[in-house]
C-alpha cells in the first residue's frame, strides 16, 4: 500500500520528518524517500531501497546532511518516490498513496496533448506518482491541477505535494485513504497514521475530509477545496493494514480488532484449549475472542522480529510464504496435545496459513480451528493495491468457486458472500479440507461493520461484497 508523512515548521523539520516517515514501514516493502526545501539550497531528496535493510540505516547519513524547514516522506510498496518535478507550476516534489486502474488510457491522452515520453521503472511500468504529476501539469495552477488528477484517475489516490509555499495535500476523492493533521507550537505535520506524529510532540488536530484540498504550512492548515459528502474508506485499515495505535475516522484500530474477536466469539461454538492470534495483526483479534469467550489466550508461536520485520519482505510470493514460516518460532510446551483456535487477519491464497497450521501440527497440536477476522476475500482490490496479484483466481475462494462451477465468468458470486446460502457453506468446506483445518468460519460481514461502528454506506467492502 505506502504511507506517508509530512512536515511545515518554523525549525528544521528533518528529525521529525525521518522518524514521522520512519514509522509508516509497516505500509511498504520496497522504496522509501525524503525530500526536503530549504530556501538558501533549494530541494534536497533521498530514495533507497529498504528490502532488505531498515529505512533508519538507510536514510542515518541523508538526515544529518538534510536541511530544510518543509518536507515529505514516503514508504512505498513499489514505485520509487517522492519525485522532483519541474514545470510551469515551479519546482516541486511529489509522492502518492494508491492505485490508478486506468493507466494506459490517462497516458494516451497525454501523449494526445503533447507530452513527450514517461520514464519506465524496472519492471516496464509507468511511475504512477510521475502520471499523477503529469496529470496535474495539465492546468494552470496546482490547485486545478490536483483537482482535474483526481476527477480523471479511476481507482484511488491520495497525493502530498512539497512546495517552496508549504505541503499541498490531496485526500483521496472518496477518502479510502486516511490524512490525519497533526500540530505542535512551531508547526503541523501531515501524515497516513495517526499514531506517527504523537511522540514527536504533536497533537492530533483534524482529519482531511474525503476528496479535501488542503495547504499545510508552519502557520496554519486551509482548505484550498471543500470535502465531499461520500466517504468509501477502506474497512482492511482496522482489520490488517492499520498500526495497533492508529484511528482512522475517531475510531481506534486496536479497540476495533478486540470488538472484532468479540463479536466472532459470540457465533462460536467451538471449545478449544486457547486461543490464538497470528502475529502481529491477529493478535488483537485473538485477545477479544478470548475476553469474551473466556477461553484463555496463548501465544504458541512467537514472531522472530529481529531480522524479519514485515517491512523487509520481499515482492516475490514464493519468498514471501517461506520468511512468514521462518519468522514464527513455535512454543512446544503451548502446542503439544492442545485443541487450538487461531484467528488471522484474512486468507488471501491460503498458502501462509496451509503452511502454519502444518506446521502447528508438526508441533503436536491435536486440532487447528481457523477464525479469519474478516469474510471471504471474492474480489482483487481495485483501490489500494491491497494485493499486487494478476489475476483474482490468485484467491483462493475463486480456485474454489471454480472448482465446483466450471466457467466462473457466468457465476454470481452474490451468493459466496452470503454466509446463509448453501454455496458459502460448500465453498468454506472446500477451502477448509483443501487447507487442513479442523474446522474454518469466517468472520461475517455484518459483524466486522458493527465491530467499526461506522455506517457500511460510509466504508469500502469491495473486496467481499463487490459492492463499489
Known amino acids: ?23 509508516h514501514s509497516h505500509l511498504g516493502t520496497r522504496r522509501a524517500g525524503m525530500a526536503v526545501y530549504n530556501s538558501e539550497t533549494g530541494f534536497e531528496r533521498a530514495i533507497h531501497n529498504i528490502e532488505n535493510a531498515p529505512f533508519r540505516t538507510k536514510f542515518d547519513k541523508d538526515v544529518n546532511d538534510m536541511k530544510g524547514g518543509v518536507g515529505i516522506g514516503c514508504i512505498s510498496d ?15 516534489a511529489i509522492t502518492t498513496v494508491g492505485k490508478i486502474n486506468n493507466v494506459d488510457a490517462l497516458v494516451q491522452q497525454i501523449f494526445n496533448t503533447g507530452h513527450s515520453h514517461f520514464l519506465e521503472m524496472s519492471g516496464g511500468d509507468i511511475n504512477a506518482t510521475e502520471l499523477v504529476a503529469s496529470l496535474i501539469n495539465q492546468r494552470a495552477n496546482l490547485i486545478e491541477g490536483i483537482s482535474y488528477a483526481q476527477q480523471v484517475i479511476d481507482g484511488s489516490m491520495t497525493i502530498e505535494i512539497l512546495t517552496p509555499v508549504g505541503i499541498y495535500v490531496a485526500r483521496d476523492k472518496l477518502g479510502r485513504t486516511p490524512v490525519s493533521i497533526g500540530k505542535k507550537d512551531d508547526g503541523y505535520c501531515v501524515s497516513f497514521e495517526s499514531f506517527a506524529y504523537l511522540n514527536l510532540g504533536y497533537k492530533e488536530y483534524r482529519e482531511l475530509g474525503p476528496g479535501e484540498i488542503a495547504i499545510v504550512t508552519p502557520e496554519e492548515v486551509r482548505t484550498l477545496m471543500d470535502p465531499g459528502k461520500e466517504m468509501k474508506i477502506c474497512t482492511f485499515l482496522w482489520v490488517y493494514y492499520g498500526y495497533p495505535s492508529s484511528s482512522y475516522e475517531g475510531i481506534s484500530v486496536e479497540k476495533m480488532r478486540n470488538n472484532c474477536g468479540a463479536l466472532m466469539a459470540k457465533r462460536d461454538n467451538v471449545k478449544p484449549d486457547s486461543v490464538s492470534g497470528v502475529p502481529d495483526s491477529g493478535l488483537a483479534h485473538a485477545i477479544g475472542y478470548s475476553n469474551e469467550s473466556g477461553i484463555p489466550f496463548t501465544r504458541p508461536f512467537i514472531k522472530y522480529t529481529p531480522t524479519w520485520p514485515r517491512s523487509f519482505m520481499p515482492t516475490i510470493q514464493s519468498q514471501r510464504n517461506l520468511i512468514a514460516k521462518m519468522k514464527l518460532i513455535p512454543v512446544q510446551d503451548l502446542i503439544k496435545d492442545k485443541s487450538l483456535l487461531l484467528i488471522d487477519d484474512s486468507i488471501v491464497r491460503g498458502t501462509q496459513l496451509r503452511e502454519t497450521t502444518e506446521f502447528l501440527y508438526e508441533s503436536g497440536a491435536r486440532e487447528v480451528h481457523v477464525r479469519p477476522a474478516c469474510p471471504p476475500l471474492l474480489y482483487g482490490c481495485k483501490y489500494l493495491n491491497f494485493s499486487r496479484s494478476t489475476s483474482e483466481m490468485e484467491l483462493i475462494t475463486r480456485r474454489i468457486i471454480k472448482e465446483m462451477e466450471g466457467d466462473i465468468s457466468k457465476v454470481n458470486l452474490d451468493v459466496y458472500a452470503n454466509p446463509d446460502a448453501p454455496e458459502y457453506r460448500e465453498m468454506i468446506s472446500r477451502i477448509c479440507e483443501k487447507l487442513n483445518f479442523t474446522t474454518l468460519a469466517f468472520n461475517r460481514l455484518d459483524d466486522m461493520i458493527e465491530a467499526v461502528g461506522l455506517p457500511k454506506d460510509r466504508l469500502c467492502t469491495y473486496c467481499w461484497d463487490g459492492q463499489e
Not at 500500500?1 to 514509522?23: I, Q
Open 78 to 92: 513499489y514505485e520509487p518516490q517522492p519525485l522532483l518535478v519541474r514545470s510551469h507550476h515551479g519546482t516541486y
Open 1 to 23: 500500500m505506502g504511507g506517508f508523512f509530512g512536515v511545515a515548521s518554523k525549525k528544521d523539520c528533518v528529525f521529525d520528518l525521518f522518524f514521522g516517515t520512519d514509522y
